[in-house]
């Protein structure tokens, strides 16, 4: 990796973000007993800096074994990373909900690699991410190495899915709206564009170093970027992003499914997330909270069938 890129990392993990945020990472930090190294906040509410809805976290934590959860969890976290958990926090009269992922190093890293087969972990964390918590100055420089390599990645693909020539912007409009294709995502088909839109100059300033940390060879002319790349390479990548296009859904069923029966309201979790996204009502019965593994494929075919999955 570049020490560019690496820096540009490095600034944008620091930036500022809502005291209850911290205070709530610190608290899922002492969750592991010193085993966690970092916690990540993402998302939505990184964007606005609001409190209200659902707080997106990541944390990262040496050992599976070391955070408190089913034996069952345990495993189907060593499997099919990253489990998933909702969590509230009251401070005050303040009461924070979460949304928090849990997964190694180690498993970050090899899901942030250009060779991954999943999308998901290289995309979302080639956005925007602030370093919540860490556990020290060790710590924090190996995360903000994770997060580079899954910029560089991000960018790598970006290169090849996106035009032969054009402005930075149209390289990760180009990736984000292939791996929203790729993914089972409740998200409308124009988010691709609104996540670009939001932070333009971010993502223009990240392309150039995140190309160079990722060996792609290109050229800039009159504010325009051509990426050399050849045919035969440009044929193999798309020939690679064919089966991460085909294996994409079944993962993210697979986690869905897993998420559903691995934490505690998972369902209505589920829920409440599909309809925050599609506006379309999804009303669980008594016996569908109970069973969430049983009552997924029912669910799921009806946001199908209604275009909330295509």
């Known amino acids: 990796m570049t020490a560019e890129l690496t820096h ?3 600034a944008e993990t620091a930036q500022e973000i809502p005291v209850p945020v911290r205070d709530f990472a610190a608290r899922l930090a002492a969750d592991a007993k010193g085993a966690v190294t970092a916690v990540l906040f993402y998302g939505s509410n990184l964007r606005t800096l609001s409190l209200d809805g659902v707080l997106d976290f990541y944390v990262l934590v040496e050992e599976i074994g ?15 990373p990253p489990n998933v958990e909702y969590r509230e926090y009251l401070t005050g009269t303040l009461r ?6 849990v997964m190694t190093p180690s498993q970050f890293a090899a899901a942030t690699r250009f060779r991954s087969l999943d999308t998901t972990i290289w995309a979302r964390f080639s956005q925007p991410v602030a370093i919540a918590w860490t556990r020290d100055a060790v710590a924090t420089t190996n995360t903000i190495a994770l997060l580079t390599s899954a910029v560089a990645t991000a960018a790598r693909w970006a290169a090849y899915l996106g035009p032969g020539h054009g402005e930075p912007a149209a390289y990760w409009r180009a990736l ?3 791996t929203y294709t790729a993914e089972l995502r409740v998200e409308k088909s124009v988010r691709s564009d609104e ?19 990722a060996g792609v060879d290109f050229l800039k002319e009159a504010g325009e970027l051509r990426p050399r790349i050849v045919a035969e390479e440009r044929k193999q990548a798309q020939r690679l992003w ?3 296009r085909a294996a994409g859904k079944p993962l993210n069923i697979a986690r869905l499914v897993k998420a559903a029966s691995t934490f505690k309201g998972g369902a209505d979790y589920l829920a409440w997330k599909a309809e925050r996204h599609t506006q379309i009502p999804i009303d669980l019965t008594p016996w569908q909270k109970r069973h969430p593994i049983l009552a997924a494929p029912r669910i799921l075919w009806r ?3 209604q275009g909330a999955l295509r």
């Open 8 to 10: 540009l990392i490095a």
């Open 66 to 80: 070391a955070w408190p959860q089913r034996r069952l969890a345990k495993l189907a976290n060593r499997l099919l």
């Open 96 to 101: 924070l909900c979460a949304k928090v992922a």
């Open 176 to 178: 984000y709206a292939a």
């Open 195 to 213: 996540i670009v839109r939001h932070a333009a100059d971010r993502y223009v300033r990240l392309l150039e170093p995140a190309w160079r940390a």
């Open 242 to 244: 064919a089966l991460r």
């Open 303 to 305: 946001l199908w069938r």
